[in-house]
C-alpha cells in the first residue's frame, strides 16, 4: 500500500454519538449490551499537506494546529483531544504505510462532554477517511477492528459498543470486540435524554468496577448475569415496541448499576423525577459517574418528563436515536 500513490486529495466523513440502552459494564466482561446511535455527529476531513507531518485541528476540543512528525506518532506527550486521533493515524500507517503527511480537521454536532461517544465518533470517521483518502478497501469489520485498537492503545479497556454505534449506526445488539452485531428493526425510541451537568471518566470507571469485581467476584459476577439477562429481554422488548417493559428493564438495570457503585445521587434524583412525571422507566447512560441518563415514556407525557428533569437539574438534550452510521461525502 504505501508504495501505491493515493488519488483522493480529500475526505470529508461523519459519524454519529451513541446512548447505551442496557448492558453497561458488563459488556465489558464478554455480556451483551444494545447501544443506539444519535444523529448529533461529528465530521472529519482529512487531506495530504505534502509534509511528513500529523496536523491537527479540532477548535471545538481547543486544538489549534496540532503537530506531530510521523515517525514519532504515538510517542512522547500527546494532548487527550487528539490522541485518540493520532493513535489511529499510527496504526493506519502500521498496516498501510503513510506516502505524506495528513491535515486533518474536526468538528462536532455536539459537546465533549455530554457522554455522547464523541472519542469513539472522531476515532470511526477518522479510520473511514483514511481508507478512502488511500483507497484501501476496508470492510466494517476490518475498519472496527482498527478502530478498536486505537481506542485500547488510549484507554486501555473497553468494550467497543461506542465505535459499532458510530460504524454501523442504527440500534445494535453488540458483543465485546464485534463477536456479535446484530441490528434491532426498530422504528421509534420514544425516550428523553438529560445530561447530569458531570463529564464521566470512562476509563476510571470501569477500571474503579474491575477493582470492585476483585475484591467480590462473586457479587459483581452474578450482577453482570442479571445485566446480560436483563439485555435479552430488553432486546425483545425493544423489538415488539412493548414500551413498559424496557422501561421496567431500565430501572432494574439502574438498581444493579447503583450495586456496581458507579450511579450517582444526581444521576438517581433524575431517574426518579423522570419516573414521577409519568416515564415508564429511566436508568444512566454510559460508564456512570455523570454524563447522560435516558427515559422511556409514552409520547404524550415526553414534554411533562423533561419539564420535571430540567427541574432537578437536568439538561434536556434533543436527540434522535437510531441514526445512520460513518458516512463518507465525496469532495
Same mark, same amino acid.
Given at each position: ?67 506531530? *512528525? /510521523?515517525?514519532?506518532?504515538?510517542? #512522547? ?5 487528539? %490522541?485518540? +486521533?493520532?493513535? !489511529? =493515524? ?120 474491575? *477493582? /470492585?469485581?476483585?475484591?467480590?467476584? #462473586? ?5 453482570? %448475569?442479571? +445485566?446480560?439477562? !436483563? =439485555? ?100
Amino acid at each position: 500500500m504505501s508504495s501505491k500513490t493515493a488519488q483522493r486529495q480529500q475526505v470529508t466523513t461523519s459519524s454519529p454519538g451513541k446512548l447505551i440502552l442496557f448492558g453497561e459494564h458488563a459488556v465489558v466482561y464478554g455480556g451483551p449490551c444494545i447501544v443506539t446511535a444519535v444523529e448529533q455527529r461529528v465530521h472529519v476531513t482529512a487531506q495530504f499537506n505534502g509534509v511528513g507531518t500529523l496536523i491537527v485541528n479540532a477548535p471545538q476540543m481547543g486544538i489549534k494546529n496540532y503537530r506531530k *512528525e /510521523l515517525e514519532y506518532l504515538g510517542s #512522547q506527550e500527546m494532548p487527550k483531544q487528539v %490522541s485518540f +486521533i493520532e493513535a !489511529l =493515524v499510527k496504526r493506519f500507517a502500521q498496516k498501510y504505510g503513510l506516502a505524506q503527511g495528513l491535515d486533518i480537521q474536526t468538528k462536532s454536532d455536539f459537546s465533549h462532554t455530554f457522554g455522547f461517544g464523541s472519542s469513539s465518533a472522531v476515532t470511526v470517521a477518522t479510520v473511514k477517511a483514511l481508507s478512502e483518502l488511500y483507497q484501501v478497501s476496508l470492510s466494517d469489520k476490518e475498519l472496527f477492528d482498527l478502530a478498536y485498537r486505537a481506542v485500547l492503545d488510549i484507554q486501555g479497556v473497553g468494550s467497543g459498543f461506542d465505535l459499532a454505534a458510530a460504524l454501523w449506526g442504527g440500534t445494535t445488539y453488540f458483543v465485546r470486540g464485534a463477536k456479535k452485531v446484530q441490528p434491532l428493526a426498530i422504528s421509534h425510541l420514544p425516550v428523553v435524554v438529560a445530561y447530569s451537568g458531570v463529564k464521566a471518566d470512562t476509563p476510571t470507571l470501569v477500571r474503579q468496577v474491575a *477493582e /470492585l469485581k476483585r475484591r467480590r467476584p #462473586q457479587v459483581v459476577n452474578s450482577i453482570f %448475569s442479571k +445485566i446480560s439477562q !436483563l =439485555v435479552e429481554d430488553g432486546k425483545k422488548a425493544l423489538q415488539k415496541q412493548r414500551w413498559f417493559q424496557v422501561g421496567e428493564l431500565m430501572l432494574e438495570n439502574q438498581k444493579l448499576l447503583e450495586k456496581l457503585e458507579v450511579s450517582t445521587l444526581k444521576l438517581e434524583k433524575l431517574v426518579q423525577a423522570a419516573v414521577a412525571a409519568g416515564a415508564y422507566g429511566a436508568k444512566l447512560s454510559g460508564a456512570g459517574g455523570g454524563d447522560c441518563m435516558v427515559a422511556v415514556c409514552p409520547p404524550a407525557r415526553k414534554h411533562l418528563v423533561a419539564r420535571s428533569l430540567a427541574k432537578a437539574g437536568g439538561t434536556i438534550m434533543e436527540v434522535k436515536l437510531n441514526a445512520k452510521g460513518v458516512l463518507c461525502q465525496k469532495n
